[in-house]
């Protein structure tokens, strides 16, 4: 017996290296799942590796219409909907607020934020007729504060925030909880590569020397997380933020020697 036998799990994202990550654990624990996102090679590819219970749908989380075929075609191969993680997202090139250009605000919130209130408001009632469910929204470490160089980015995710507490408050006597974790400095492409219009990488700003847990994260730490908060025994907990970062947010830990 898993803990997501016969439930239907659809991930935004579900290529990258936090998403693989989550797709194959829910798999593993017995869930189908959705993999959502727009690298078609990618997605085919980790869906034809899982098998039956894994289809790949290529769709933008930006477009209403993409959610609606989504979900109706999550229903049709596998019946209903069970749990929504929210983990689709895109980083700004690191810029000061007085040189970002309205084209990537815009672009960053419309991903981050935008796509996020889409997937919110599609499967939503596809929960509901499932008898209540389970969404989890990605957002960073970056929610928590200020980033220098990173507005769009933060601004998208502080907003996350928000919309998964009023979330929470609305849909709670549907028995849909809804929460939200905040990675840290995550080993994925996505904190190693650099961003569409840049030269460096989130990676070159984060050393994790000074972390209470001096590495980085791996994505098995968010998934571990992740698969705890729509499980059975996270069956009380809703409009709740759970940070995963190594102690970054603590501030500097002590040196070795004088630990």
Do not use: C
Request: charged share 15%; glycine share 12%; net charge negative.
């Amino acid at each position: 017996m898993h803990r997501f036998d016969n439930q239907t799990v659809l991930v935004t994202g579900g290529t990258g290296g936090q998403g693989s990550s989550h797709v194959r654990a829910f798999h593993a624990e017995g869930a189908n799942v959705i993999i959502g996102g727009t690298d078609a090679g990618r997605g085919t590819a980790i869906a034809d590796e899982l098998g039956s219970r894994a289809r790949f749908i290529r769709f933008d989380v930006t477009d209403e219409n993409s959610w609606s075929s989504a979900v109706a075609t999550a229903e049709e191969a596998f019946g209903a909907v069970d749990v929504l993680v929210n983990n689709a997202g895109v980083q700004n090139p690191p810029a000061l607020i007085e040189d970002t250009d309205e084209v990537t605000w815009s672009r960053i919130l419309r991903t981050n934020l935008t796509g996020t209130f889409l997937g919110v408001k599609a499967v939503a009632p596809a929960l509901r007729r499932a008898g209540g469910g389970v969404i989890v929204n990605i957002a960073s470490t970056m929610s928590m504060g200020g980033t220098a160089l990173y507005a769009p980015y933060v601004a998208s995710k502080w907003a996350v925030r928000g919309l998964t507490r009023t979330a929470a408050l609305e849909l709670g006597r549907d028995h849909i909880r809804v929460n939200t974790i905040h990675p840290g400095v995550i080993a994925t492409r996505f904190i190693n590569e650099p961003a569409v219009g840049a030269t460096a990488a989130i990676a070159d700003f984060y050393s994790p020397e000074p972390f209470a847990v001096p590495r980085l994260g791996e994505p098995a730490d968010v998934t571990r997380l992740l698969l705890f908060l729509t499980s059975a025994e996270a069956s009380f907990i809703t409009g709740a933020e759970y940070v995963i970062d190594g102690g970054l947010l603590l501030g500097p830990a002590l040196a070795a020697e004088t630990a």
